[in-house]
């Protein structure tokens, strides 16, 4: 089953109508890593909340459909798609300062997580301790007994990375998730998050505005512009020939690499 | 009136107090006029009468009329209040402005002398200033001054301190504006707004307050109708003649209402980065 | 922590200036009051000498601060017994009532105030917000009149006043508040006539800050329903039962612990007004009766006492800080 199908997604903001995402499809197949890069207000974020069924209030899905690992989310009751959520499909927050509870520990969070996975209460903290071991975390142990306040960022990303994927999940949407921190922690992040997607053979959908960390680590690039998809290739492909203006004009930023100045033929994308 | 329709659709609880304050007004300007009885004709053949086409709202253990006793009690009760903000509006931001432009030692012992005034109870504090200068409207009022006045001179010294530090103030000062004019000119003008909604969202709890302290018998005195009192001398009859107290209290609360949900729809229209009530 | 003491010193030593302020304002002939309206002038003079009331005013506020220091209150006009004594004998009624009181705030507070929080923006929300309003401004004297003639006198449901029927005798004191005196020596049916007469002033009492709590919680929780780790949490699959009570009000309640601090010690110095009306002997009454008999010394010593409260609740509130929030406690 494809971890995530997105076919010809368009939101709206109810108050204006205005278009946010505009026929959006998309495909995240098992054990692939797909970056989606864009300008900030691009809709990447947004197509991350889509997917696991948060649109912010005031928009509205108008059309198109999205299927998580076969799974229709269009008119899911609030049991089945938390319950999808346990098990199927995690999100990962940009800022990892903020995304952990400040009064309580980081043990009782990743047991508030597993439970809803379905680990007996027994299994709890052998499991979490295995997780946090997982992402290189020095003394499991004593990080179970600790606030968030603290951990260092990178710390926190890589408890946050743990709980994502601490159900196995079929899908996990990435969102911005080095951005907030330190450079010295970014590489170790990324290096992690990547590894463990592989290893766990989960779809991951990687949005950044790096990227270098995205032709790095991705197998397949997508690129927003404006709610549009307007490049979608192999991350050698889209880096080394972008077909689309906007795709180019992004790329430009990229200090690495010269962009061709010869335009190539646009073919409307290549989804 | 499509405005109006927005309003009550959008904020309907503070559109309900903006109507409580309108009628309260009404009741306390066309009251009297259109109650039939003068608020202290006594008559003991129609004692403690209740609620009637004759008294519309009862008669007190002195055959007075209850309605007409509200009604002219109604605007003292309101103005008693308004008067207490008014002051400790006035006194507050002058006080906290000066302090804050004066700095240093004054500005210190004055703040000292604010906590306290904070760390005694509220209540307390205008009960024993109330009785100590005697039991009289004019010295419960007094009280509630004092008691409200520690809260304003606070929020106007912080304001001005953060006014003072903005650049058209800092700007006056290095061209060789005085004190006065600093104070006269930028900051009075600016803490005004702020001060204003801070004493419309005071004015419940000054209601409440004097109509505490005409309760206890610390306010107006009897013959007086002021609402607090006329609570507690309907009191002992409470069993037999409810309509003796339970409308004054209604009263209370209604006004205490009004200017509740009022003041939390002025706050919320004019700053708007703080938390909208629903 | 010493510092906080310091200041806490400070502020106590003020408000014993401002109580001993208070006093010289009384217009009243405090030895007169003490002799009675049909002693003799040359009586009268013996008593103002005797209490040192001839004496300059510092020197007055020097003898008075250093009895304070030894924890004399002064005696009383009325009863002529020390103020301490009275007023501790006072105070378990008072605190039996406050803390009923602020239990039943808590609960109010909480519950109207998660749930308004929760339905934000729609009618529940909207219905609480009125109810929480209307509990702010109701005049606190008149809901007990209210409650008594229905409770009392239409329903004959809960007694009218008073902390105990006439008939029963107290439960023999061990901490001094009936109720939990008489549930310790294990006669419930004294306990639950003690909780009869609990009940109305402590509803009372509570009406107007439960409204306030109930306002309190619902911002501070919307305020953090809206924070990206209640988001991950909801956004992980968590029942919003969890999410609620583990994820949004513990940090919700951070701020409010403040507020309930303060609240307890109003609520031990604040019950005047309830009490009066419930005829309960604890401070609040004996405080009224001071100020009606004009018993200056009675009213001095509970104000010291209500500031007193609050000192302590200040001070409680910083230790508090530190436990419930762990970024503020030791590391």
């Known amino acids: 089953m494809t971890p995530l199908v997105i076919s010809n997604l368009t939101v709206c903001r109810r108050a204006d109508g205005r278009v946010l995402i505009d026929g959006l499809s998309l495909s995240v197949a098992a054990g692939e890593v797909v970056g989606l890069v864009g300008e900030s207000g691009s809709g990447k974020s947004l197509t991350a909340m889509a997917a696991i069924g948060m649109l912010p209030a005031g928009l509205q899905q108008e059309a198109g459909s999205i299927m998580v690992a076969g799974v229709p989310l269009g008119g899911l009751a609030t049991a089945a798609l938390r319950q999808l959520r346990q098990r199927t499909v995690s999100l990962i927050f940009q800022d990892p300062m903020t995304a952990l509870c400040p009064t309580r520990r980081i043990g009782a969070q990743l047991a508030d997580v597993l439970a809803v996975a379905g680990c007996p209460r027994t299994d709890r903290v052998a499991r979490a301790m295995a997780l946090l071991a997982d992402m290189h975390l020095p003394d499991p142990a004593m990080l179970l007994r600790r606030y968030p306040h603290q951990l260092s960022g990178g710390q926190r990303q890589r408890v946050l990375i743990a709980m994502a994927f601490s159900a196995s999940p079929a899908l996990v949407l990435a969102d911005e998730v080095t951005t907030a921190l330190d450079v010295s922690a970014r590489a170790q992040v990324l290096r992690l998050l990547v590894e463990r997607a592989r290893q766990m053979g989960s779809g991951l959908l990687f949005i950044t505005h790096d990227l270098g960390a995205a032709r790095h680590c991705c197998d397949r690039i997508l690129v927003m512009a404006g709610g549009r998809l307007v490049e979608n290739g192999p991350a050698a492909q889209v880096f080394g020939q972008p077909a689309s203006p906007e795709a180019r004009q992004l790329l430009a930023a990229l200090p690495e690499r010269a962009v061709p100045r010869q335009p190539l033929p646009v073919g409307g994308g290549l989804q | ?278 | ?331």
């Open chain 3, 1 to 331: 922590m010493l510092r906080r003491l310091a200041a806490t010193l400070v502020v106590l030593l003020g408000v014993s200036v401002v109580t001993f302020v208070i006093t010289q304002l009384v217009p009243s002939d405090t030895a007169r009051l003490v002799a009675g309206d049909l002693a003799s002038e040359a009586r009268v003079a013996e008593i103002r000498q005797e209490l040192g009331l001839d004496r300059p005013l510092p020197v007055q506020y020097a003898t008075y601060m250093q009895r304070l220091a030894r924890g004399d209150l002064g005696v009383s006009i009325r009863s002529g017994r020390p103020v301490a004594e009275e007023l501790a004998e006072a105070l378990p009624a008072t605190v039996e009532l406050a803390l009923l009181a602020f239990v039943i705030i808590l609960i109010n507070g909480l519950l109207l105030g998660s749930l308004a929080a929760l339905a934000a923006g729609r009618w529940p929300d909207h219905l609480i917000r009125l109810l929480s309003t209307m509990m702010i401004s109701a005049p606190t004297f008149w809901i007990g009149l209210v409650l008594i003639a229905l409770c009392f006198g239409q329903l004959d449901l809960l007694p009218a006043g008073g902390r105990l029927s006439p008939e029963l005798v107290p439960p023999v004191a061990i901490t001094g508040l009936y109720g939990l005196d008489a549930m310790l020596a294990g006669q419930w049916r004294l306990a639950g006539d003690v909780v009869t007469h609990l009940l109305m002033p402590a509803l009372t009492l509570a009406l107007a800050a439960s409204g306030s709590a109930a306002r309190l919680v619902r911002a501070s929780l919307l305020e953090v329903l809206q924070e990206d780790h209640v988001r991950r949490a909801r956004v992980a699959g968590l029942s919003e039962w969890v999410v609620l009570t583990r994820y949004a009000l513990p940090n919700a309640l951070v701020p409010f612990i403040t507020t309930a601090a303060i609240l307890l010690a109003d609520l031990l110095g604040g019950a005047v007004v309830t009490e009066a009306i419930f005829s309960w002997p604890g401070l609040g009454s004996y405080t009224l009766e001071a100020v009606a008999g004009l018993d200056f010394p009675a009213i001095m010593g509970f104000t010291l006492l209500a500031a007193l409260f609050y000192a302590a609740a200040n001070l409680v509130v910083d230790v508090l800080y530190g436990v419930v929030d762990p970024r503020l406690g030791p590391a």
């Open chain 2, 1 to 278: 009136m499509s405005a109006l329709r927005l309003a009550m659709r959008r904020d309907p609880a503070g559109s309900l107090g903006a109507l409580l304050v309108l009628l309260l007004l009404g009741f306390a300007m066309l009251g009297p006029l259109v109650a039939q009885h003068p608020p202290d004709a006594i008559a003991l053949a129609r004692r403690l009468q209740p609620p009637s086409a004759l008294n519309w709202l009862g008669t007190d253990e002195l055959g007075r009329d209850v309605f007409a006793r509200l009604a002219h009690g109604a605007w003292p009760s309101l103005m008693a209040a308004l008067l207490v903000v008014g002051t400790t509006v006035t006194l507050g931001t002058l006080l906290g402005a000066f302090s804050a432009l004066l700095g240093g030692l004054a500005d210190a012992v004055a703040m000292r002398i604010i906590d306290v005034l904070l760390a005694v109870p509220a209540l307390v504090l205008a009960m024993a200033l109330a009785a100590a200068l005697g039991p009289s409207l004019v010295n419960a009022l007094i009280a509630l001054v004092v008691v409200r006045l520690p809260v304003f001179v606070r929020l106007a010294r912080a304001q001005a301190l953060v006014l003072r530090s903005r650049p058209f103030a800092e700007f006056a000062r290095l061209a060789g504006a005085g004190r006065w004019h600093v104070l006269r000119h930028h900051l009075l003008p600016n803490l005004a707004g702020i001060m204003v909604v801070q004493g419309l969202m005071d004015v419940a709890a000054v209601i409440l307050g004097a109509a505490a302290l005409g309760f206890i018998g610390l306010g107006a005195q009897p013959p007086s109708p002021e609402w607090g009192g006329l609570v507690a001398s309907g009191r002992h009859f409470m069993a037999d003649a409810w309509w003796l107290s339970l409308f004054p209290g209604l009263a209370l609360m209604l006004a205490a209402l009004g200017f509740n949900l009022l003041g939390d729809l002025v706050r919320d229209v004019l700053d708007p980065r703080q938390e909208p009530a629903p």
